[in-house]
């Protein structure tokens, strides 16, 4: 992955389930690494601030290989509190709600509507919303109220970011819930002012992505990003540019 725009920009790849590496101007930014990957590479951890976001530590979330990137590598970690940490790696702990200042990058917390929390980052002039398992999660076992209760979860944490614009929003798209997959997506798409959402959460399972993506054919805002190593560039000038791979 190599950044290719000298503008107001970034390049997302997508490397497994919720875990992506995203290259802006100057920084290097790694959300929810779980499986070992070809494209983290020294020549991708060098040159460039580091930081690695960990929202929860599902083993589809977090994988303490991360933590030998400090060895070769000047790394910067964001985890949520419950995270194993290492004692020699350069670490900030979060949980919900918090603000801080990490490598020059702004980072908000959500919660979660299952472990850990969300991140708001801003970067380089670009505004990124990782969900982690920040999701609508209407189970067909659970009871009506349960359903109802997840629904009122979910929108309460995402009504927080009613009041920002987001370029570059990761999202879950969760087979396992059948006909509801998409419910998350669509709210998002419909409540909060957002560029372009990029599915996650669906492990090996891309048919519901590229099911959503037919549906949404006319909602240019969604994003794709289906085989292990995709990646889509985006010039946010004007904040309304299409991706471009």
């Known amino acids: 992955m190599k950044f290719k725009d000298s503008g107001q920009g970034c390049t997302v790849q997508y490397l497994f389930n919720s875990g992506f590496a995203v290259e802006t101007q100057s920084n290097i930014l790694i959300f929810d690494y779980c499986k070992r ?42 985890i949520d509190e419950n995270v194993d940490k ?88 969760d087979p396992r819930l059948g006909e509801f997959y998409d419910l998350a997506a669509k709210y998002f798409a419909e409540v909060i002012s957002v560029s372009n959402i990029i599915p996650m959460h669906f492990t090996t399972s891309p048919k519901s992505v590229e099911i959503i993506a037919e549906k949404w054919q006319l909602r240019p805002k969604f994003v794709p990003l289906l085989l292990e190593g995709q990646t889509a560039t985006f010039k946010l000038q004007g904040r309304s540019h299409p991706p471009c791979s």
């Open 86 to 173: 290492s004692p020699n790696a350069n670490i900030y702990t979060v949980k919900p709600d918090e603000h801080l200042f990490v490598n020059d990058i702004s980072i908000k917390t959500l919660g979660s509507t299952d472990r850990g929390v969300s991140f708001l980052v801003k970067v380089d002039d670009v505004t990124i919303f990782h969900s982690g398992d920040l999701n609508w999660w209407k189970w067909k076992n659970d009871s009506i109220q349960t359903q109802r209760q997840e629904e009122l979860d979910y929108k309460n944490e995402i009504h927080k970011l009613l009041n920002q614009h987001i370029d570059i929003a990761f999202i879950p798209v």
């Open 37 to 78: 990957s070809e494209y983290i590479t020294d020549k991708l951890l060098s040159g460039k601030k580091v930081t690695v976001f960990v929202t929860h530590d599902h083993s589809d979330h977090f994988n303490s290989i991360i933590y030998e990137w400090s060895k070769k590598h000047d790394v910067c970690y964001v």
